[in-house]
């Protein structure tokens, strides 16, 4: 593989890592990980991570 085809790739992935982080390619959290790395994993926890208190259904107040 010459220099030309290296920056090509390095283009390539760069791509796909910056459509992982913004949510944009749906990928399995494995996969998402080795792709963009250990330096920005953290990110994709938040995405794949429980659900927030915004996302769960609110419950009904008792009466007194």
Not at 30 to 58: I, K, S
């Amino acid at each position: 593989m010459n220099r030309a085809e290296q920056a090509a790739t390095l283009r390539i992935l760069g791509q796909y890592k910056r459509l992982v982080l913004l949510g944009k390619a749906r990928l399995p959290l494995a996969v998402a990980r080795r792709l963009v790395g250990p330096d920005c994993a953290y990110h994709l926890y938040f995405r794949h991570g429980p659900a927030t208190r915004l996302e769960t259904p609110r419950r009904r107040r008792r009466r007194r």
